[in-house]
């Protein structure tokens, strides 16, 4: 990952790709979309809308949705095989199918030469993930997983703070992403809404994790409609997850304690989404004979800095797009994919478990 | 536990102590409290002010606290040493000191003839909490811990709720309390905060868990400064508490999920706290070839029941006084204080663990 | 206004003219659009989804909106004289120009036989509004006003409330719409922001206003940025406005006070935008010496109505092409247009006095 | 007002007034207070615990709450006729009576030599409130308003940051303060709520009114009980309040628009209650031809000081205490009191006016 990217302030990656862009005026990214169904169009329209990109051909095994893409982009060629992408005539492909085929399709791509942009999470084990992240290595091709909200201005800004040291000590990560959502067919709730707060976790914390403990349960059907993750770190620091997909309240909130500020990121505030909270937590030890602990407070100000407003999809299309032209690897690249699903994957296990730690 | 008391609408506990209480107006409470600390002033308060109950003396080992206590309470007499409540001129003590002297404070209490009311937890360990309430039972005295929340106008009317059948098949309680707290010198965040909540569980599920898995985390000092706990029943039912003592921001929500109604109980909300949402999920399983389960939703009205406001602490101290005067079982009695510490010392035993579970 | 539309329950509208319309499914309005500026390119997706509407041409004075509309509607014809459009090949034209040129060209289209659908306020002053009104019952064409907040699931569902007596006496209806706003050309605050709340106000209250005060200020320019404003009924109902471009942060709440029940609508609530407080206020006169008037007050729980989610420009513009083609008369048409303009217009004249009420 | 006082930081009137205290550590205030009322305990509260004031006598016409009061202070003498507190063995007297007693029993006491506290609003018309100015002044003794918010952590941290230019040019004061409220005897919701509005307003935009516009509305006995008030001022400064017992739920929130930033202030927000908004306008007249306005608009970040938690009614009786033993001017001052006074007055007779404008 380029480190002029990681370290710039919020929201500056879509700039970013436009400056660099503009330097390579003459090249453009020829891409094809393989997947219409609830994210694809999303994917469809970015890819549209960006300047070094031309969207060239959209694959679904759907005619009925190829018809309906069809009609709002006329110039774009529509196929019921994903094969007939591998012929050459892309420079790149979107993956946005099902979880199962993100592996044998982004192997097919990746094997035909073209870039990858892949669909969160980027497959369903962490052995095909590696596999993934070898082969692209090989090729020479970037491989990017779409880990959207590492792409967006609230999270970035909270990394831009993060990397300032303004929190001291980084103490716990806290995560709940609650809502009445839809069953998926191929996923439970910890492979379909897990990915992004672990993603966001993997971008802010930049730390290795150690072990993984979870318990789920299900209730209908025969996955998994809610659960809880537990990922530790060497230390005290804790990150937890809340995954659910049978609340009554939507609820998308991180908070994020430090031993000098803490944060808290509620995604569904309309203005306001991250608060910086001048709180924390001090400790001495005193010698006397009781040993006491003397702890100190601090309470302050609350700081809600202004948040950039660019799509984060936008702003991820556009990074990978300009990653591909230029042979830059992505923020969001088969390692940091790995990274994710291994998680996911020790949350599985964890939870067949009844909670023990799965060791990573 | 009196099926009358149990059955009525929230917040008449108090109503039917005082309807009770004139038939025995004869009748009167000789009450001494034992510790004057940060939840002491309260209990004396509220005993203070209860028709068929005499505060007569106050115990603690802090000659100030006595001194600024007997000037409010002039005709209270006040004592540095808890053997000189023992003396026969009580007929019930309320135990607010720390943990560690609940059970030998209880047990010399009941040996001595008294009711004892004692704060949560009712002692810190599961065996002692077994000796009190069979001494209780043998020595023909009530016993009752302080689960205050339990005599709550929001905990009740969401037990009505349930009650009712309301909710359908209960799916899930996930509880959040987490504030920048104060470390406390003797408890650790799981027996300083999770009592309230497992109480409150405990008081509303009515269903006996199986096992408890859960993950702390020491920042600062010795103790664990937070936890997730996961208390397991037979089924798919689920409980989980967030407790944290380094939260930047006061959260104190408890969501209910149920197949037919779904609730979410905010004690921070200046009115509507308890918010019952007429929203569900209901499954079918297509017998086709796929066995595809098919899961309707269901979203309708939201309604914020009128909430009883009556101080729980004065209903809670009010109820002690009507079971030891009457000879009834206190609603939260030593079996349910019993229930409670069993759960937090699996819960402390499976942090040990790195969060397996512990059967219960 | 139609007894069966008035009457049915909320969010009904649209439902029913998809009824209405199978029984004429020959029959198809031919609509053009006149401005494509903020709010036009709205009119034009939601006519272009329209069953029995056929969207047939987009007239703009600037070539390059037309450009990207044309690109979007391949089928539609542009013209940037509005004189085209009224050459007899459509029945309908919607008007989303700025408010001065909504007389003249509402004349001419009406003049020419066409239905219709002008952006609201209707036109600048109430007599040309009263001149409309009179043209279309002449030319026994529909002539509707976008009062679009009359087509919205919160403002349905509050009607049918009020129908149904539930709130008993109505005493005020409050409204405050603030935000950080764009300045108009042509439009101060008044102008601009208040037809929503007053054509809000004109349908839930069903009441004749009797005078309107109006206190505004100008800051930047030479308009109105914020201005207060009361209208005056019969008896002690008063209504306020309170509407702002000035504002750090964004406010849309109604608050309609009964002597039974009350009502909060908050329209940027993301669920529970109308929540119906079972709270009132009744009073008794104590014939005593000292005539001592015996206020009670009553408090009981909340409840929050299920809303219908149809977009509510959707609603208005099907009902549109319901009335035109069937004959009917708008639930919002040119004379409730007219009420609105004349309060508005009452308002301009009483910030000229200082406040002073103007009758009406 | 001493300037002193007026420029320190927020919060510490109470902080200065311990520190001057010290110095005049052999003087004593010897205060009184006349009624028990709804108010009166407070007020009886935080003089019995300021060190430099000694709590002599209390009296109300009714002799429970005397009783009951003794109880609690039993070293107080009590008294059902305030010309007993006249005899000269008081320093001060505050007076917590109905609003028509405030101007005889501070005529009185002022006439006695006695420094006075009297309630909010001052008197019940400008020409008495003016001559208990007079009087004050005459006889050299502290006449305090108890404007209480003035005396509060978020009212005097806005105040700072005003006096700091942080808002640029004032463009407007907007207060709502609206419950399920309790009608009083004697005044109606303009007296009894619009004092604490108009004082924070007086205290924070310092600037002299010219005049008043207010429309309220009677719907229960015969007194307002529900208004809406508008102040003007030179300029297009603004102020406006709404007052309201009818509400069905409590808002008390005021936005202060300044034309570089703007103030939230919500006194129901658990934490942050003052919010800083770096937004602002600016304006260029473009000279062009059309004259066309260029307004920009700026959005930045947010920002909610720590607020100073002394209770502010302590900080306004210590605040009393030490400007009658050292000769200073109370920063709500007979001055102050006579201002709010005059703007409720004329809201009174705009009012009777309906709502044309009281020049002041």
């Known amino acids: 990952m380029p480190k002029s990217t990681d370290t710039t302030p919020s929201g500056t990656v879509a700039a970013e790709t436009a400056a660099t862009s503009r330097a390579d005026a003459e090249q453009t990214l020829r891409v094809g979309v393989i997947g219409c169904g609830y994210w694809g169009p999303n994917i469809i329209r970015n890819f549209a809308s960006i300047e070094n990109c031309e969207l060239r051909t959209i694959c679904d095994a759907d005619e009925d949705r190829l018809d309906a893409i069809q009609r709002r982009y006329p110039a774009v060629s529509v196929e019921t095989d994903a094969a007939a992408l591998m012929d050459g005539s892309l420079d790149a492909v979107a993956i946005c199918t099902p979880?199962?085929?993100?592996?044998?399709?982004?192997?097919?791509?990746?094997?035909?030469?073209?870039?990858?942009?892949?669909?969160?999470?980027?497959?369903?084990?962490?052995?095909?993930?590696?596999?993934l992240v070898e082969l692209a290595a090989d090729k020479k091709r970037a491989l990017m997983v779409d880990h959207t909200f590492v792409y967006s201005g609230p999270v970035r800004k909270i990394r831009s703070i993060i990397d300032d040291g303004q929190l001291g000590d980084l103490l716990y990560f806290d995560s709940v992403r609650i809502n009445l959502g839809l069953f998926q067919q191929d996923a439970n709730v910890v492979w379909d809404l897990?990915?992004?707060?672990?993603?966001?976790?993997?971008?802010?914390?930049?730390?290795?994790?150690?072990?993984?403990?979870?318990?789920?349960?299900?209730?209908?059907?025969?996955?998994?409609?809610?659960?809880?993750?537990?990922?530790?770190?060497?230390?005290?620091?804790?990150?937890?997850?809340?995954?659910?997909?049978?609340?009554?309240?939507?609820?998308?909130?991180?908070?994020?304690?430090?031993?000098?500020?803490?944060?808290?990121?509620?995604?569904?505030?309309?203005?306001?989404?991250?608060?910086?909270?001048?709180?924390?937590?001090?400790?001495?030890?005193?010698?006397?004979?009781?040993?006491?602990?003397?702890?100190?407070?601090?309470?302050?100000?609350?700081?809600?800095?202004?948040?950039?407003?660019?799509?984060?999809?936008?702003?991820?299309?556009?990074?990978?797009?300009?990653?591909?032209?230029?042979?830059?690897?992505?923020?969001?690249?088969?390692?940091?994919?790995?990274?994710?699903?291994?998680?996911?994957?020790?949350?599985?296990?964890?939870?067949?478990?009844?909670?023990?730690?799965?060791?990573?």
Chains 1, 2, 3, 4 share one sequence.
């Not at 044998?104 to 791509?109: E, I």
């Not at 707060?197 to 979870?214: C, F, H, N, T």
């Not at 001090?282 to 601090?298: K, M, T």
Request: glycine share 6%.
């Open 194 to 360: 897990a990915p992004h707060d672990v993603s966001i976790m993997d971008y802010l914390l930049q730390r290795e994790p150690k072990g993984v403990s979870a318990i789920g349960s299900v209730h209908f059907g025969d996955q998994e409609d809610m659960a809880y993750m537990t990922v530790r770190f060497d230390g005290p620091l804790l990150a937890h997850f809340h995954v659910n997909w049978l609340a009554p309240v939507k609820i998308r909130k991180t908070v994020i304690g430090g031993s000098q500020q803490m944060i808290v990121y509620d995604d569904l505030e309309p203005t306001d989404r991250v608060k910086v909270y001048d709180k924390g937590v001090s400790v001495n030890v005193d010698d006397s004979e009781r040993r006491r602990v003397l702890i100190d407070y601090r309470t302050g100000d609350m700081f809600a800095p202004k948040i950039d407003k660019t799509e984060p999809l936008f702003a991820a299309c556009s990074h990978f797009a300009d990653c591909a032209l230029n042979g830059n690897t992505p923020l969001t690249d088969g390692e940091a994919g790995l990274r994710v699903v291994r998680i996911l994957e020790a949350a599985q296990e964890s939870i067949a478990k009844s909670g023990a730690e799965v060791t990573l």
């Open 99 to 131: 979880i199962r085929f993100h592996y044998p399709m982004a192997k097919a791509a990746l094997e035909a030469g073209m870039h990858v942009f892949v669909e969160k999470p980027m497959t369903d084990s962490s052995a095909t993930a590696r596999e």
